[in-house]
């Protein structure tokens, strides 16, 4: 990706919002069938597996989006969330701020009604040259959702929006997911700045998508913190939505799919059968507990261990 150095100086708590607003009114109501829709919100934290929660999603019938990017990410929701995210003044690897603002009803409420009026103006979008629709009743339309790590802190909003959503949380282990995140960062950072170690100020622009990023998540610590962050949220925003959430683990349907496919089919309602073989490819076991392959990371899942434990797994 084509990413540069925008500054060296603190935000003090705010980034800056994209070249292109996304929060514009516009007169044109959102699509009622649309509202009674329940669409299938997949949330985790980043390098989780929630692309592969996708990719099984869409296996199975779910409209995933015209839109995706490589990491299967729709481009209409992602940058509705980011543009969430920043009116919280909050940003995808420092959550917490979006965490407090929208845990107060009346903000939550008005984020809501801009992002209706922002979504019926990019949904076309979404739906692309699919061909897909809403249909009259909300059991007859295809399944559809979106995959976005960010939906994790923004799912109060999406709740308001979409009253029957369901909800994927896919969770991994906390080290592999902080390994696999202060890899990328740690490259993006150095493709941006020539520096193997950037400074603690440094900020960068993602040209493609103009999105800005801070250094948080270049060491495994920093980015353990965020992956808790991240769990926590998920849990706490599935214990409201009941039967309508479910939660997997990564290494689960890596390791035993055959198992967790079906729920995950169940949870959609889709027509696809969880037995066809298709679903199941490119399911590499491999993946799972990576971090046992690394003595520097099987050392730091020890230091961790009161962490991982608190979150179900073990170092």
Same mark, same amino acid.
């Given at each position: 990706? !084509?990413?540069?150095?925008?500054?060296?100086?603190?935000?003090?708590?705010?980034?800056?919002?994209?070249? !292109?607003?996304?929060?514009?009114?516009?007169?044109?109501? %959102?699509?009622?069938? $649309?509202?009674?829709?329940?669409?299938?919100?997949?949330?985790? %934290?980043?390098?989780?597996?929630?692309?592969?929660?996708?990719?099984? $999603?869409?296996?199975?019938?779910?409209? %995933?989006?015209?839109?995706?990017?490589?990491?299967?990410?729709?481009?209409?929701? %992602?940058?509705?969330?980011?543009?969430? $995210?920043?009116?919280?003044?909050?940003?995808?690897?420092?959550?917490?701020?979006?965490?407090?603002?929208?845990?107060?009803?009346?903000?939550?409420?008005?984020?809501?009604?801009?992002?209706?009026?922002?979504?019926?103006?990019?949904?076309?979008?979404?739906?692309?040259?699919?061909?897909?629709?809403?249909?009259?009743?909300?059991?007859?339309?295809?399944?559809?959702?979106?995959? =976005?790590?960010?939906?994790?802190?923004?799912?109060?909003?999406?709740?308001?929006?979409?009253?029957? $959503?369901?909800?994927?949380?896919?969770?991994?282990?906390?080290?592999?997911?902080?390994?696999?995140?202060?890899?990328?960062?740690?490259?993006?950072?150095?493709?941006?700045?020539?520096?193997?170690?950037?400074?603690?100020?440094?900020?960068?622009?993602?040209?493609?998508?103009?999105?800005?990023?801070?250094?948080?998540?270049?060491?495994?610590?920093?980015?353990?913190?965020?992956?808790?962050?991240?769990?926590?949220?998920?849990?706490?925003?599935?214990?409201? #939505?009941?039967?309508?959430? #479910?939660?997997?683990?990564?290494?689960?349907?890596?390791?035993?799919?055959?198992?967790?496919?079906?729920?995950?089919?169940?949870?959609?309602?889709?027509?696809?059968?969880? !037995? =066809?073989?298709?679903?199941?490819?490119?399911?590499?076991?491999?993946?799972?507990?990576?971090?046992?392959?690394?003595?520097?990371?099987?050392?730091?899942?020890?230091?961790?261990?009161?962490?991982?434990?608190?979150?179900?797994?073990?170092?």
């Amino acid at each position: 990706m !084509n990413r540069s150095v925008v500054s060296r100086a603190s935000f003090v708590g705010r980034y800056p919002y994209h070249d !292109n607003p996304i929060s514009v009114s516009f007169p044109c109501p %959102m699509d009622e069938r $649309l509202t009674q829709a329940s669409p299938v919100v997949v949330i985790g %934290m980043h390098r989780s597996g929630t692309r592969l929660a996708a990719q099984i $999603l869409e296996r199975l019938g779910v409209f %995933m989006g015209a839109d995706q990017q490589g990491d299967s990410e729709s481009v209409t929701f %992602m940058l509705i969330n980011e543009g969430i $995210l920043h009116q919280c003044s909050a940003f995808w690897s420092e959550p917490m701020s979006a965490h407090f603002a929208l845990s107060q009803p009346e903000i939550a409420e008005n984020l809501a009604a801009s992002t209706r009026q922002t979504l019926t103006a990019r949904f076309g979008a979404f739906v692309g040259q699919s061909g897909w629709r809403p249909a009259s009743k909300p059991e007859e339309s295809r399944p559809f959702g979106w995959k =976005d790590p960010r939906n994790t802190f923004t799912l109060p909003v999406w709740k308001q929006i979409f009253p029957h $959503l369901r909800v994927l949380h896919i969770v991994r282990h906390g080290v592999d997911v902080a390994a696999s995140l202060a890899r990328r960062h740690a490259a993006a950072l150095r493709e941006a700045t020539g520096e193997p170690v950037p400074g603690a100020l440094t900020v960068i622009r993602d040209h493609a998508l103009g999105v800005l990023s801070s250094r948080r998540g270049w060491t495994l610590a920093e980015a353990l913190t965020m992956w808790e962050q991240y769990v926590e949220k998920a849990r706490v925003e599935m214990a409201e #939505l009941k039967g309508r959430a #479910l939660e997997i683990r990564f290494e689960d349907l890596l390791g035993r799919p055959a198992d967790v496919v079906p729920d995950i089919a169940r949870l959609c309602g889709t027509t696809t059968t969880a !037995n =066809d073989p298709s679903v199941y490819r490119d399911l590499a076991t491999g993946r799972a507990f990576a971090y046992k392959r690394d003595t520097d990371l099987v050392a730091f899942a020890d230091t961790a261990r009161k962490v991982l434990e608190r979150h179900g797994y073990s170092p």
